[in-house]
């Protein structure tokens, strides 16, 4: 086979020629029906290659690389396949184009053997295209992701490799914050990328990277912070790592609230788990022992995920949500002075999650949210956002349905002013709103106020001195 190749480098007795971007490679017909199954078919076959007149008539391969074309011509011939980390990919597409299975075998070792910073994600490219069973097993990409991630082809992959890639990092035991640095770096890298945020951000696994890194470099991130859907999953991230604070376990199990107290959060009633339930008494916060006790819990089960909202009146804590059984909206009313639950009435209408609640005039208003089914996942979708508006009224324990908000949307925030409910920002289907409305208990009617500066979802607002104050932990917005 040595002279046969020796031959056809020749141009001695070749039979067929080929055409390859303008370079002209002759070879010996037999030769490559007996090693190729692709030829076999082009020439033995009903092609119109077989009816090639010889050397007269080139065929034209667009498919295949000249050079690896040349390759594995040699391979077929002398069974040696000259590979370098270079032209092993060009090759390999060759082999895999021509049905040459034991070359593709040979490349794929040659793969898994030189794998390095330098060349894993150009072999990973390759191993993924023509399903390299061997090399896809290779811990290489977790072991060495923190290197391979400031490489330029690791911010020159495609979004569709950079998904598949991170699926990887399921098994990453190395720190989470790497992941969330590279998939900003990769972001960052072609201005096109940022409609990909969701995609991407959906691969970083919030919940394992510390508090303190989370709250500072990751949610004080522009891109994170002015993005609602990514804002959320990284504040219910945080809200997961609280710790609990002293007392005894309740029946409630991992639906409570707890009185957070430490240095991470401000001081105030949170919705989490594994979070217990505990009270606050009032005096305690007078002589600054911040002591805790435990109440009993609710009657009736509860969803977590933001679907719990809390409303004070009358010496009486309502306690709004959904019911973790029927998945509808009710209200559960805890005495602090009897320390009992004493009511629990069921709205019938669609439980809900990030609505907001407000007190007016003796009546709880609960606005807006998102609607919550036993398949829900709880990522924000505006799909799902509804513009109710529901009221509960504590004197006669019962429900009503009042005029909806100009527009669907959910984690908005409210305060009360001279008899209003006002509702500002929140998510609705086109993003993250600025929108500020004003509801009249009296009249029934919502009416449009002058927008916010910028729109944002999930801060502090509130009434003092007769002006309203919308606050975050990150800026203030008006």
């Known amino acids: 086979m040595n002279e046969l190749n020796k031959m056809r480098m020749e141009g001695s007795l070749c039979t067929v020629r080929f055409d390859l971007n303008g370079k002209l490679i002759d070879a010996h017909k037999n030769i490559l029906v007996a090693g190729s199954p692709y030829f076999r078919a082009m020439f033995c076959g009903n092609f119109e290659e077989s009816k090639s007149k010889g050397l007269e008539e080139p065929i034209v391969l667009k498919e295949i690389d000249s050079e690896a074309f040349e390759t594995v011509l040699k391979f077929m011939y002398v069974d040696q396949l000259d590979l370098t980390t270079g032209n092993v990919t060009q090759v390999l597409a060759a082999a895999h184009l021509l049905q040459l299975t034991d070359a593709v075998d040979l490349c794929e070792k040659f793969m ?84 990909h945020l969701h995609d991407v951000m959906a691969c970083v696994r919030f919940p394992l990277i510390p508090v303190e890194v989370l709250s500072e470099e990751v949610l004080g991130h522009d891109m994170i912070r002015l993005d609602g859907f990514v804002y959320k999953r990284v504040r219910d991230a945080l809200t997961s790592q609280v710790k609990p604070i002293s007392g005894k376990e309740s029946a409630f199990e991992e639906r409570c609230m707890v009185w957070v107290e430490n240095g991470e959060r401000e001081n105030g009633f949170c919705v989490g788990t ?71 009435g069921d709205s019938k209408k ?57 527009i669907p949307v ?58 309203i104050f919308a606050i975050d932990s990150l800026t203030w917005i008006q």
């Open 112 to 195: 898994v053997d030189e794998a390095s910073v330098s060349t894993y994600l150009q072999f990973r490219i390759a191993a993924e295209t023509y399903d390299l069973k061997d090399f896809l097993q290779l811990d290489f990409f977790q072991e060495n992701f923190v290197a391979l991630s400031k490489t330029q082809p690791f911010k020159e992959l495609d979004k569709q490799m950079l998904c598949t890639l991170t699926k990887d990092m399921l098994y990453y035991s190395g720190d989470e914050i790497e992941v969330f640095r590279a998939a900003v770096d990769w972001l960052e890298h072609a201005q096109d990328r940022q409609q």
């Open 274 to 344: 594994p979070l217990r339930m505990h009270a606050m008494p009032a005096a305690s916060v007078l002589d600054g022992t911040f002591q805790t006790r435990s109440f009993p819990a609710p009657p009736i089960g509860m969803l977590i995920n933001d679907s719990i909202q809390l409303c004070q009146a009358n010496d009486n804590l309502y306690l709004l949500g959904t019911n973790q059984e029927t998945f509808t909206l009710i209200v559960q009313i805890y005495n602090a002075t009897t320390k009992k639950w004493v009511f629990v």
């Open 350 to 406: 669609k439980g809900r999650s990030d609505t907001t609640v407000a007190h007016v005039d003796g009546k709880i208003i609960i606005a807006g949210g998102m609607l919550v089914t036993k398949d829900s996942d709880f990522k924000f979708n505006g799909s799902l956002n509804t513009s109710e508006v529901v009221e509960f009224d504590p004197q006669k324990k019962c429900w009503r349905e009042v005029a909806p908000l100009p």
């Open 410 to 467: 959910c984690a908005a925030s409210s305060c009360v002013r001279q008899g209003s409910m006002y509702v500002a920002g929140g998510y609705y289907d086109e993003g993250t709103c600025d929108q500020f409305f004003e509801f009249s208990v009296e009249r029934n009617t919502w009416h449009r106020r002058e927008p916010l500066k910028e729109a944002r979802m999930e801060y502090l607002l509130e009434t003092v001195g007769g002006e």
